[in-house]
C-alpha cells in the first residue's frame, strides 16, 4: 500500500478522506476581492486545500500570433497563448494576502508554480506543497526544482504516456508524490476519463494516486472516490453566469459542497472486505428464515409439509435441515407457532 503524504499536517492515503482541492485558476476574473471570497467559499464548501497558479503570461509564452499560439478550438478558440494567460494569471502580489486569508480560516493553500522563479515566491511563502500542471509534466527541470524543497509534489498526468510519467517520478526523486489522474479537455466529456487508470497508477508507481477532474458535475469524482482515489481536485467558481476562463467546467460553491459530501460518502462506504453481521444488521439474524411448526402436531405423529415449513423468523432449525426433518415423528406434542429444535423430535430408532 502506498505510503501515507500528508500536506499541513493532514495525511492523504487510502486510509483517509479523499483530500478535496478547490482549484481557482481564473475564475476570480482580474479582482482581488473576489479571489478572497473563492477562498472563503471553499472553506465554507468543505474544501481539504485551495489552490493557485503561480505564472505570468511573459513566464509561460511569448506574445505572439503565429502558428501554434493562436488557439484554434475548444472554449478559448481565436484567443493568443499569451492574452489567455494574462487574463487568467493571478498576480504574484496577490499571493500575499491569499495565503495570509486562507491560513486564518484554517484552509490549506498551495500552488501550481510553473517556472522556477514561481517556485521561489511559493517557498517564501512557506506553501506546504507544490503541483505540478499536466502540460508541464514533461518540464522535468521544474520537477526537479520543485522537489529540491522538500515539500510534497502532486503530478497531474494528462496528455502522458506512461512512460513520460515514469520520467516525471524519478524527476521527482525522494519527494513524497501524489499521481493525479487528469484527462486535459477542457469540459472532459466521461466517457474520456477511463478513471480505472487511477489504481493502475497507484500500483504501477507504489504511490498515492487521485483524479484531477474537468467533468462537468460531481459524478465522476464520486466515482473515482469509489476506485481509490486518494485526492479529487476540482475547479471552482462562485458563479458560472459571471463568466470567467474556467467557469464552463467549474463548480459552485454549494454544488462543491454537495459533491465533498457525496465524495466522502463514497469513500466511507467503500470500508474494508467484510463477511457476516455489520453492525447495523444487528438484530437481522433473527428474521431470517427458519423451520417452524405450522400446524399442530400430535406425539409420534410424523412431521411433514403439512406441519413444517421455512418461514420468518429465524429462531428454528436451519432451512437446510428441512430434509433431515421429514418423516421424523414428534417427541412430544407440538403447537402451531414453535420453532423447530432437534428436542422435539423423537430418536430416529426409537
Known sequence: MPRDVVINGRPIGPGHPPYLIAEMSGNHQGELNR???LVDAAREAGADAVKLQTYTADTLTIDHDGPGFLLEGGLW???????????????????????????ALGLTIFSSPFDETAVDLLERLDAPAFKIASFELNDLPLIRRAARSGKPLILSTGLATLGEIGE???????????????????????????????????????????????????????????LGAVVIEKHFTLSRADGGVD????????????????????????????????????????????????????????????????????????????????????????????????????????
Not at 415423528?329 to 420453532?339: D, I, K, M, S, V
Open 168 to 226: 516525471a517520478v524519478e524527476a521527482a526523486g525522494d519527494a513524497p508524490l501524489i499521481l493525479l489522474h487528469c484527462v486535459s479537455g477542457y469540459p472532459t466529456p466521461p466517457e474520456d476519463c477511463n478513471l480505472r487508470t487511477i489504481p493502475h497508477l497507484a500500483q504501477a508507481f507504489g504511490v498515492a494516486a487521485g483524479l484531477s477532474d474537468h467533468t462537468h458535475g460531481a459524478a465522476v469524482p464520486v466515482a473515482a472516490a469509489a
Open 77 to 103: 478558440k481565436g484567443r493568443t497563448l499569451h492574452d489567455l494567460y494574462r487574463e487568467a494569471h493571478t498576480p504574484w502580489e496577490w499571493h500575499g494576502p491569499l495565503f495570509e486569508r486562507a491560513r
Open 247 to 350: 467557469s464552463a467546467f467549474s463548480l459552485e460553491p454549494a454544488e462543491f459542497k454537495a459533491m465533498a459530501e457525496s465524495v466522502r460518502t463514497a469513500w466511507a462506504a467503500l470500508g474494508g472486505v467484510h463477511y457476516g453481521v455489520k453492525p447495523s444488521e444487528a438484530g437481522g439474524r433473527d428474521y431470517r428464515r427458519s423451520l417452524y411448526v405450522t400446524a399442530d402436531v400430535a406425539p409420534g405423529e410424523a412431521l411433514s409439509v403439512g406441519n413444517v415449513r421455512s418461514i420468518r423468523p429465524g429462531f428454528g432449525l436451519e432451512p437446510k435441515h428441512l430434509p433431515a426433518v421429514l418423516g421424523r415423528r414428534a417427541a412430544r406434542a407440538l403447537t402451531r407457532g414453535e420453532p423447530l429444535r432437534w428436542d422435539m423430535l423423537a430418536p430416529e430408532n426409537g
Open 35 to 37: 479571489a478572497l471570497a
